[in-house]
């Protein structure tokens, strides 16, 4: 997702669009170039304690080659997540303070991006996998039926590889890659997988990244006969060429300006979501999950998110009983951290337990693929994450609730909505609903979606909706709800 990170850059790199052309390049790998901490395996931290030493050698740009999370088959060229770091080589606040020192010596920084292909343990390949043959899931990578399609392409790793097909039980299809079996190709004639990778690209160049080598660009399409796939490989990367263009002339100025955002769900129809509601399961409500599902489907909802505090049962409850209609239901769980207020995870898998930190609470959801969702970040009559907590968490935030309908002062959801407009950082909103009268008094406009990378695409090109009641009105229901289970 595209946010800033709360670094300073500006003033110590020049704006210079063709920096790149007279630059003195250092290449190298930060797993192989300084260790800080005797583990035998390189880390940013020592990499950025080396900075005056690169200084010194009159090295102007480096080069980093795969940093990513990745299973480690082809020297991170198989990449697992784009958006983070690998553990090896230590956490996103390394990272961010190597930026940080790196600009402060002017130093530019060129990171290696492989766009061509993942990992087959990467979270959309195993989505792809499981996915219908008609599906969008399956989408995202070239599939097929037979292993003779494209026969004329030449095998690149012909002492190991037999074949560009490799059949997959899972999905009972081949699927295809240029270069080894466990690197599937990426799909570059679904637009969602172009967008996706701009997306990527963004998230990095504001973290401070100066540029990109894109590897294995040859072969981001697929196609019978030379003159076709010619025409394809052109088509396809002009399209990223030309959003990259627009982020450096953008990234020279240090300009944030927002630009219309284009709709890759365009054919998809518009739904109502709340994204942050709760049931029975919550220690201060009393819905039956069964009674919120007709409810939201009489308000016309078509997506709900049940985060119920500190426990998941009551999403899962819900989901079964929605089975069967057009409801969408998210599982999600309202995690209490440890003194700095709570943090939804949405499309969970299992509860996360209450009381770790901010940090250890955000990496629980990641572990489960989900999506960090930030909510009433400064309703400050309750527990909330201090500023330098925010700050810190920038690039671990998937989405900020900018409007909670529960909230007594209203200012509390301006100061959320300020934030993420200067952060560039995903809107959510919700009802926080304890009540099934205050069930869809704050949501969203959005496109339908069908996984968690859909959804994400969904909120760049959704519509805050605001449908206040009373507050008075709703929180002496839930009151009087609250007796009425005491007294049984």
């Known amino acids: 997702m595209n946010v800033a990170p709360d670094i300073k850059v500006e003033s110590q790199v020049e704006s210079d669009e063709l920096w790149f052309k007279d630059a003195i390049i250092y290449q190298l790998h930060v797993k192989a170039f300084a260790d800080s901490n005797s583990d035998g395996i390189g880390d940013f931290a020592g ?54 020192e790196a600009k402060r010596r002017k130093l530019r920084v060129i990171t290696e991006l492989v766009i061509n292909h993942t990992s087959d343990q990467h979270p959309w390949f195993q989505r792809a996998r499981r996915g219908r043959p008609s599906s969008d899931a399956r989408n995202w990578y070239v599939w097929s039926d037979t292993d003779h399609r494209f026969s004329e392409t030449r095998i690149i790793f012909n002492d190991t590889e037999k074949s560009n097909w490799t059949w997959d039980p899972d999905a009972q299809a081949y699927y295809w890659h240029r270069f080894f079996s466990h690197q599937p190709d990426l799909n570059f004639d679904n637009p969602r997988v ?50 990259l263009e627009e982020l450096y002339t953008s990234l020279t100025t240090r300009r944030r300006t927002r630009k219309r955002q284009t709709d890759p769900l365009a054919d998809r129809p518009w739904i109502v979501a709340d994204l942050h509601m709760h049931t029975s399961w919550s220690h201060d409500c009393s819905t039956d ?74 990496a629980a959801i990641r572990e489960q693929d989900g999506i960090v969702y930030i909510p009433h970040p400064f309703d400050r009559l309750h527990a909330i994450p201090d500023p330098k907590t925010l700050h810190r968490h920038l690039t671990d935030i ?50 339908a979606f069908n996984d968690p990378e859909e959804f994400l695409l969904s909120l760049r090109t959704a519509e805050v909706l605001r449908r206040p009641k009373p507050l008075a009105y709703l929180q002496s229901l839930k009151w009087v709800a609250q007796v009425k289970d005491r007294v049984r």
């Open 47 to 100: 990499l950025t304690s080396k900075l005056d030493y690169l200084e010194d050698l009159g090295v102007t740009a480096l080069w980093l080659l795969p940093f990513y999370p990745s299973p480690g088959r082809d020297d991170g060229y198989d990449i697992s997540d784009y958006r983070h770091i690998n553990p090896d080589f230590g956490t996103m606040q390394d990272f961010r303070r190597f930026m940080q």
């Open 194 to 243: 172009l967008l996706a990778m701009v997306q990527i690209m963004r998230r990095w160049l504001d973290l401070g990244v100066d540029g990109f080598r894109l590897d294995a660009i040859p072969y981001l399409c697929e196609r019978e006969g030379t003159a076709a796939r010619k025409s394809a490989e052109k088509q396809t990367f002009t399209a990223v060429a030309a959003e």
């Open 289 to 362: 999950p069964s009674e919120l599902v007709d409810h939201a489907e009489a308000e016309g909802l078509g997506a709900i998110a049940v985060t119920d505090h500190n426990v998941f049962g009551g999403a899962l409850e819900t989901i079964d009983c929605a089975e069967g209609r057009d409801l969408i239901v998210i599982p999600g769980e309202e995690v209490k951290t440890d003194g700095q207020g709570e943090v939804i995870g949405l499309f969970l898998q299992q509860e996360i337990p209450r009381g770790l930190s901010f940090a250890d609470t955000v």
């Open 398 to 447: 998937d989405v900020l609730e900018v409007y909670n309908a529960r909230l007594l002062f209203e200012a509390f959801n301006d100061e959320a909505l300020r934030f993420a407009r200067k952060y560039d950082l995903t809107m959510g909103a919700g009802s926080d609903a304890h009540v099934l009268q205050g069930v869809g008094t704050g949501g969203l406009r959005m496109r």
